[in-house]
């Protein structure tokens, strides 16, 4: 299992995907470009061997146009 979600400054959830293969690409969902900011990702995911154990990551990206 796989959860990546990018976030706004302020908070709000600009962007979400349970598709591995699936990148962001700097816009919203609608295809609506995001402007150039930082944005926070969490990425949640669970291992094969253990499925029960939820890992977590989070770190920033910065978007330049």
């Known amino acids: 299992m796989i959860d990546l979600y990018i976030y706004a400054r302020n908070g709000i959830l600009?962007?979400?995907s349970n598709n591995p293969s699936e990148g962001w690409d700097g816009t919203?969902?609608?295809g609506t470009p995001c402007?150039?900011?930082s944005y926070t990702w969490i990425l949640r995911y669970t291992r094969n061997?253990?499925?029960d154990l939820m890992q977590e990551?989070?770190?920033t990206v910065?978007?330049?146009r």
């Open 28 to 30: 919203l969902k609608d």
């Open 49 to 51: 061997h253990q499925p």
């Open 14 to 16: 600009v962007w979400h």
């Open 35 to 37: 402007p150039q900011a």
């Open 62 to 64: 910065t978007l330049l």
């Open 57 to 59: 990551k989070v770190g």
